[in-house]
């Protein structure tokens, strides 16, 4: 498709008005003769009538500045977001453009300003990141709609205004601030979200998509704009492209969709059509991009459906990646620049995105979205970084370079903390100290517990940044490696090379400790970081991991090829995931034989020993694990997954989080009965969801007969203190008589909390 060229618009574009607006920002005046200069300069460029501007004091909006109106109203008017039209504008933080003012019906006037005498209206939100920070508004004496060509430099100016008004807010100094208003964040806040990674940082506030200043907003030559905005486009579309055409595209029918309606949004004529109107108006090439980001991500924040939001959070991402290659950024994975002691603010991140941090400089991170099995989320815990999520509008509440302290244990934040803030903070940092100390001096200790029990504490890993963690706590080996991750964070599907040397560098730095390899789990949320366009009803319970390997065999097998190539000579132990049925195991186990034949055949080497396991994360395979343990050599029950079918709650879904409760009796009950019937069959049996890296639900597993457990590297401290201190005799007791099917308590947490509080157990 072609990309569409610049928007004619007859009258003049605005050049003039851009040129005005320039000279103004590089005035010194203060905040108050800036805002009068302003309005001034759009009634003469537009040739107006009235250029009033209303910024937000509170939950009002007060009228700040005007020409036209009587000057007597200026901070004196003052509105609510409900009324009149102005308060329509803010409230929906869309545009309203009218011939005839009194004739809508949120119409309403103020004596005080004398504007009674105005019949047209075009009033602009004021729109930056999320926020609305007042309305930009033109009245005319003449009933007219104003055209597109007016209403585009009134947005542009609207543009510009936000960001001046702000940067005049923030600089403060000799542009002595405007009594009452207030523009952006200041004061300390504290922002209670959920911790998905636990930790703490204290550091400087780092936005993921930084705001464009208003001193790159005006074009010097718009033509260049236009190209360096055509340019961009069309690396964004390459990147696209290659993602739905790549080898990446070629997985399954299902991701190309995914990829296929994203592509369409790359496409769009209309939002591309926006961003050309938007750079002839005179904005640079990233304040157009910005300009309509803000408006997407206004209207995100009201839309209702989820549909909606999804797709508009589309057309941000796009908007994303086109910022960064403006600023002239490979969309190649690579290292972004951070400043030190980072904590990275942002919508939502995928894996891949926060691999692309600088890891030595990203302190923490902090998210509006998020969930507590997210993908983005593993890695952070793997990769030792407090991770918040779920905090509420933050990225209106935060600006750059903001102090804020994170505190992944209790999920909240502080931004512009107070000293007593800070030095609570520093009081929590120097016990974690301590702990971290007495978790590095047992780092050699084996996990027994104070009845002799051994528990085998593994790791989960992924990606090469995670093998280091081996060493660093000390574990048994890695019980989990998703061999997805790689997968996700690439750009293209690995070579068969490429995924090798991936498990060969993994077995290498387990130095013969075992690690546990599971095929591809794609699908459900792990497809790319916008895999909210799922094209399933329910993606989770869909066509997924071994479902997709099973009906694209050669994908498996590639896989299993690799994986046998890494294994040569080698312990290699290999499982497959969301297995519902012991046929699909017997299937899966099938392709395995068939690569194993074809090595033979090709006279190459085999692993010295071949274990191949099962994942046990659905219902119905704890009810045939006498079936399935004779066939798979091992098994490794996958809580996150499990428990998600078991409750039928979205592992994801933070409104349902408290039904997915690993220490609900039923969920005991359930695990108890997977442990004996895995021991009484012989069969080694691992836990290996997230739930085993928490203290207090790992003593419990380990109570109820697991004796392998693999987590995070950030959990196996924690866990083998508890464990070191258990009598798992004693929990077995507790438990036991409340577990059965006549129990009717909601959860026993606080019961095992008691326990371990008698019992002296750290949890
Ligand atoms: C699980 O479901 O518990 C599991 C370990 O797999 P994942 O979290 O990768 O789905
Ligand atoms: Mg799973």
Not at 479 to 489: D, S
Not at 611 to 634: H, N, R
Request: proline share 4%; aromatic share 6%; hydrophobic share 45%.
């Amino acid at each position: 498709m072609k990309i569409p060229g610049p928007i004619s618009i007859k009258s003049d574009p605005g050049v003039n008005l851009l040129k005005r607006i320039r000279a103004l920002m590089a005035s010194e005046d203060g905040v108050q003769a800036r805002l009068d200069n302003f309005v001034k300069v759009i009634s003469a460029a537009m040739k107006v009538n009235v250029a009033s501007i209303y910024l937000r004091a509170g939950n009002d909006l007060e009228l700040c500045a005007t020409k036209g109106l009587k000057q007597t109203a200026v901070h004196t008017t003052r509105l609510s977001m409900n009324e009149g039209l102005v308060g329509n504008v803010a409230r929906r933080a869309k545009l309203l453009n009218l011939a005839e003012a009194s004739e809508h019906p949120d119409f309403s006037f103020k004596e005080e300003t004398g504007e009674q005498r105005f019949h047209s209206f075009l009033g602009v939100p004021l729109l930056r990141g999320g926020r609305n920070l007042g309305v930009l508004v033109v009245q005319g004496k003449r009933a007219r709609i104003f055209s597109e060509a007016e209403v585009e430099n009134l947005l542009t100016a609207a543009t510009l205004l936000a960001e001046i008004a702000v940067e005049d807010e923030r600089t403060g100094g000799a542009k002595a601030r405007l009594e009452g208003i207030r523009l952006t964040p200041t004061g300390a806040e504290r922002i209670s979200g959920r911790g998905f990674a636990d930790g703490l940082a204290q550091g400087r506030a780092v936005l993921h998509l930084p705001p464009v200043t208003a001193g790159h907003m005006i074009a010097g030559n718009t033509a260049e704009e236009q190209n360096r905005l055509s340019k961009a486009i069309r690396k964004m579309r390459r990147s696209v492209d290659a993602m739905v055409e790549g080898e990446m595209g070629g997985m399954s029918a299902p991701s190309k969709e995914i990829f296929e309606s994203y592509r369409l949004f790359a496409y769009d004529k209309q939002w591309l059509d926006r961003l050309h109107e938007a750079v002839h108006s005179g904005l640079t090439a990233e304040a157009a991009v910005e300009r309509v980001r803000n408006e997407h991500r206004a209207r995100m924040l009201k839309a209702r459906d989820p549909y909606l939001r999804a797709r508009l959070h589309d057309l941000e991402d796009l908007a994303n990646r086109m910022l960064r290659s403006l600023g002239g950024e490979n969309l190649e994975p690579g290292q972004r620049q951070l400043p030190e002691n980072a904590i990275v603010f942002a919508r939502n991140l995928g894996p891949a995105e926060i691999l692309d941090y600088d890891r030595d400089r990203l302190k923490g991170i902090v998210l509006e979205e998020g969930a507590a099995t997210a993908h983005a989320t593993i890695i952070c815990r793997t990769l030792g970084i407090p991770l918040v999520g779920l905090a509420d509008r933050v990225l209106d509440r935060v600006e750059a370079d903001d102090e804020v302290l994170v505190d992944g244990e209790i999920g909240e934040i502080s931004i512009r903390p107070t000293p007593q803030d800070i030095n609570d903070f520093i009081v929590r940092v120097g016990i974690r100290t301590q702990l971290d100390l007495a978790f590095e001096k047992q780092k050699y200790l084996k996990a027994v517990t104070k009845d002799g029990k051994s528990i085998s504490l593994l790791l989960n890993a992924g990606l090469l940044v995670d093998l280091p963690g081996l060493d660093v706590s000390g574990a048994d080996g890695i019980g989990l490696f998703r061999t997805e991750f790689q997968f996700m964070v690439a750009q293209r599907m690995p070579h068969l090379n490429e995924q090798v040397d991936l498990y060969k560098r993994a077995l290498a730095a387990a130095k013969h400790r075992p690690v546990t390899f599971r095929t591809l789990d794609l699908g459900g949320d792990k497809i790319l970081p916008y895999a909210d366009l799922v094209p399933e009803e329910n993606p989770a319970i869909g066509w997924r991991a071994i479902r997709i390997g099973l009906s694209r065999p050669g994908m498996l097998r590639y896989q299993l090829r690799a994986l046998l190539k890494a294994g040569a000579g080698q312990n290699l132990r290999i499982m497959f995931p969301m297995v519902a049925t012991v046929s699909e195991f017997q299937e899966a186990r099938g392709l395995l034989d068939k690569e194993v034949g074809r090595i033979k055949k090709l006279g190459g080497t085999l692993p010295e020993k071949l274990e191949v396991g099962v994942m046990l994360e659905t219902p119905a395979l704890a009810w045939q694990i006498d079936a399935i343990c004779k066939y798979a050599d091992f098994v490794s029950v996958g809580a996150n997954d499990l428990l998600q079918f078991f409750f039928a709650a979205d592992r994801d879904n933070p409104r349902v989080a408290s039904l997915y409760d690993g220490l609900h009796p039923a969920a005991l009950s359930l695990f108890s009965h997977i442990a004996s019937r895995c021991n009484a069959n012989k069969t080694h049996v691992t836990v290996c969801g997230e739930i085993a890296g928490k203290p207090l639900e790992a003593i419990c597993l380990a109570a109820l007969g697991f004796e392998n457990l693999s987590m995070p590297v950030t959990g196996i401290g924690p866990v083998k203190s508890a464990l070191l201190a258990l009598d798992a005799g004693k929990l077995t007791d507790l438990l036991k008589p409340k577990i059965t099917a006549a129990s009717n308590a909601v959860t026993l947490r606080q019961t095992i909390k008691e326990f371990c509080a008698k019992e002296g157990v750290p949890v």
